[in-house]
């Protein structure tokens, strides 16, 4: 058996595997579900400071390439969020580490969050910051300009400061760019521990030829799944090389070989989505399995050491 273990920000995964944010993150027991089929960690569904309504149904469709949602980010608040990591444990007593993702429509909303947050004892605090900033003219994505996106994590990185806490701050970055090294960059001079890359792509559309309507009620949704996979590994290892620091690997991981080439590009955690739409929650230790016989056909006994090694 390789040894799967990782570390990513001096928090102790037992494999690299991590379910990505807004799939199957709602409830304590399906964090604990997620972890007792065989992922390494869990990170919570994107958390708003108040209740957030999503889209109308129906928010997601599937085929065997790619995968849309359309979600809109819905969330029952902080209070909810609370009873959420009560039930899960706290930090000793968890299954598994847990990733909070947080989510605000201003810069400054983040602080209050990050406060609150903490107060829960996450393992690691994930920004999600491909959110319109609602006051900027043209709503765009705070992980759409170097500028917004270093503020927003400034603003996290003082607070965390200010309350002292030692809770890693991870931004999660949007594909949606020319240059995601710009953005990554300087998001790690304003004080970010690490990277989680990509969030969805797009938004895409797809039309029912029948009634010749879009298929999701909200007609466009975000792109995930086995289509994304190459543009997320080139991301991730963009991310990695600029910045050096620590990256959370998400985009289209379906089995073992694609979450060793994710290592490889430079992830220390793999997330995954999509996934389970496609192998059901079971396919977290199907994947594990599949990349300890990687590592037993290859001769790698730590999974770690194939971190980055892509020549
Ligand atoms: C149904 C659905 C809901 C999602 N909700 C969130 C969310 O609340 N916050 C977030 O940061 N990312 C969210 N994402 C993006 C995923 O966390 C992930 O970054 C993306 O889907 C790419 O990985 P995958 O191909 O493994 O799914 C969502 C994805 C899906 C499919």
């Not at 020319?178 to 890359?197: E, T, V």
């Amino acid at each position: 058996m390789a040894n799967l273990k990782v570390k990513f920000c001096e928090v102790e995964f037992e494999n690299p595997l991590v379910l990505a944010s807004g799939v199957l993150g709602v409830t304590a027991a399906s964090l604990k579900n997620v972890v007792k089929n065989g992922a390494g960690g869990v990170t919570t569904k994107s958390i708003w400071m108040e209740e957030h309504k999503g889209h109308a149904n129906p928010t997601m469709f599937g085929t065997e390439h790619y995968f849309l949602n359309a979600v809109g980010l819905s969330d029952a608040g902080i209070e909810k969020a609370e009873q959420l990591f009560g039930e899960y444990g706290v930090p000793g007593e968890r299954p598994a580490p847990l990733i909070a993702s947080i989510v605000a429509g201003q810069a400054s909303e983040f602080a209050g969050l990050a406060e609150r947050i903490v107060t829960l004892q996450p393992d690691v605090i994930e920004v999600n910051i491909s959110c319109p900033n609602v006051e900027d003219e043209m709503g765009l994505p705070f992980a759409c300009d170097p500028m917004q996106a270093a503020h927003v994590t400034e603003v996290v990185r003082k607070k965390m400061d200010e309350v002292g806490s030692k809770i890693p701050v991870v931004v999660k970055l949007s594909p949606n760019v020319p240059n995601i090294s710009r953005i990554a960059a300087a998001c790690a001079d304003a004080g970010a521990d690490g990277f989680c890359a990509i969030n969805t792509i797009g938004p895409g559309m797809a039309i029912d030829l029948t009634t010749r309507v879009p298929i999701l009620k909200n007609k466009v949704g975000g792109l995930s799944g086995p289509a994304i996979k190459p543009i997320a590994v080139k991301m991730v290892h963009d991310i990695w090389k600029t910045t050096g620091l620590p990256v959370i690997g998400t985009g289209g991981v379906m089995t073992g070989e694609d979450a060793i080439e994710m290592m490889m590009a430079g992830a220390t955690l793999v997330g995954v989505g999509t996934m389970v739409y496609y192998r059901d929650v079971g396919g977290f230790g199907e994947i594990a399995a599949e990349m300890n016989e990687w590592c037993e056909k290859e001769g790698v006994k730590d999974l770690s050491e194939i971190i980055g090694t892509v020549k």
